[in-house]
């Protein structure tokens, strides 16, 4: 069962479908008053889908180049806590559906230390072909985003550019 937006996931094996991504907050993602600027985390919460698509085997460079998009439809956002600079979180990504044109993926941003819930939010993206038609979610992508978190038994060290802050 999904646990509600608002409660910590449980630990180890109950939280595998969850793929984490950690990184470290960066000056240029803070506001004049050192905290995280409220759209960076949309940038927070695409670097997870990042990891969990390459998790399951599927980058999405790799995606396009195949002639597929997935394109954000709506964002939802639900602030809790504020992140500053410095602060290393944990963005906990999954997918909650996929289903005909559309795949829904969640997100819980935390602070990696304290595990403070920082922030919850869920994006819905439509499948497109290379012509931005809408289309079903092709088999093997579906694949690729629900079988990631079963394939790193929902941990993630690699953060990519994201991660890499002094």
């Not at 012509?131 to 060290?157: C, I, N, Q, Y």
Request: aromatic residues 8%; proline residues 5%.
């Amino acid at each position: 069962m999904t646990p509600p937006l608002t409660q910590r996931p449980p630990d180890a094996a109950a939280a595998a479908d969850w793929v984490d991504t950690h990184l470290r907050v960066r000056y240029a993602e803070t506001d004049a008053q050192g905290v995280v600027y409220h759209a960076n985390y949309l940038v927070f919460m695409e670097v997870g889908r990042g990891t969990l698509a390459r998790k399951g085997g599927l980058p999405y460079s790799e995606l396009e180049a195949r002639g597929v998009n997935l394109l954000v439809a709506r964002a939802e956002l639900k602030y809790k806590a504020s992140a500053r600079y410095d602060d290393p979180l944990v963005v906990r990504t999954r997918v909650r559906e996929v289903r005909g044109k559309f795949a829904t993926f969640e997100y819980r941003i935390e602070h990696e230390e304290s595990g403070r819930l920082l922030v919850t939010g869920e994006t819905t993206h439509v499948c497109v072909d290379d012509g931005f038609k809408p289309v079903d979610v092709p088999a093997w992508v579906r694949e690729a985003l629900t079988g990631a978190a079963a394939l790193t038994g929902g941990d993630s060290r690699s953060v990519g550019d994201a991660g890499t802050s002094s």
